[in-house]
Structure formats: C-alpha cells, structure tokens
C-alpha cells in the first residue's frame, strides 16, 4: 500500500516524533473531530456538525470531492497526515494566498483564513489549492 499524497515534491515517511512509525493507514479510518482545531484558528466549515480529520487532509491535499468507493482508496502516512493534519505549517502564516491577488504579500494583523467553501470555490474557478486554514497554493494541472 502507498500513500495517495506521494509527490516528488513531498516523499512519504515517519515523522520526527515516531521515526518508527511507518505504518500507511486508510483515510476513511482517520475519524477524529477536527471541528476545535479549525475553531482555533477562527475557521467554520460548510456543515455546523463534526469535521472529521480525514476531511482536512483530503482537502489540504486537493481533494475536494470523491465518490465513498474512491474515498475508501485513499491512504495516508504519518508524514503526510503530519504534515496536511494538525500539525500544518501554514496555520503560521498570516498573509494572503489566493491566486489572483497580487503585490507585496503583507502579514494581516487579524487575517481572515480561507475556510472550506473558500478553498472549494478557489480550487473549481482557479486550479490552484488553497487549504483551509489559508496557506501555499499549488498549482494543478487539469488532463
């Protein structure tokens, strides 16, 4: 099994907490409410109940809509959910990441975040990845 979220850019592996933790895991099976988490950072989501952590790595990753026989697919490993869970560094960074703004990138005193509906609307108008919590944008190429 492989994680789903490989990329030359980002090569899969333990993080530095567990560096013997290797193990791949389904994403379906990563359901734990995120929902205070994303509070924390003055996010709301489409829906006012739970938001499962599986949701969040599959949005920060760019997957915004999949079919449940796709979704069961998906696979993830500690980096991965690392790196596009909890533990994200872009929750740090208070400028502006949407594609079309352009100029100087200022850092916000009270930045507002881009939240899930955002972040779907940016991805169907513009290509690009914005994950909530705001952060780098990743061009995708569309086939």
């Known amino acids: 099994m492989s ?4 990329t030359d850019e980002s090569l899969c592996g333990a993080v530095h907490l567990a560096p013997d933790n290797k193990a791949i895991v389904p994403v379906k099976s990563l359901n734990e409410d995120v929902s205070t988490y994303l509070k924390s950072l003055k996010l709301t989501t489409k829906n006012t109940g739970v938001f499962r ?5 599959c949005n920060r990753g760019g997957i915004f809509s999949c079919d449940d026989e796709e979704s ?3 696979t993830v490993c500690p980096k991965h ?9 872009g929750a740090r960074s208070l400028t502006c990441k949407h594609p ?3 100029g100087k990138r200022r ?9 899930q509906v955002m972040s779907e609307e ?19 190429i569309m086939t």
Do not use: D, M
């Open 3 to 6: 994680c789903s979220f490989n």
């Open 53 to 57: 952590e599986w949701e969040l790595i």
């Open 72 to 74: 069961q697919k998906l």
């Open 81 to 89: 959910r690392n790196e596009l869970g909890r533990s994200w560094q």
């Open 100 to 102: 079309n703004h352009i």
């Open 107 to 115: 850092s916000a005193a009270n930045p507002r975040r881009v939240n």
């Open 122 to 140: 940016i991805y169907h108008h513009h290509n690009a990845v914005v994950p909530i919590g705001s952060g780098k944008f990743i061009t995708i």
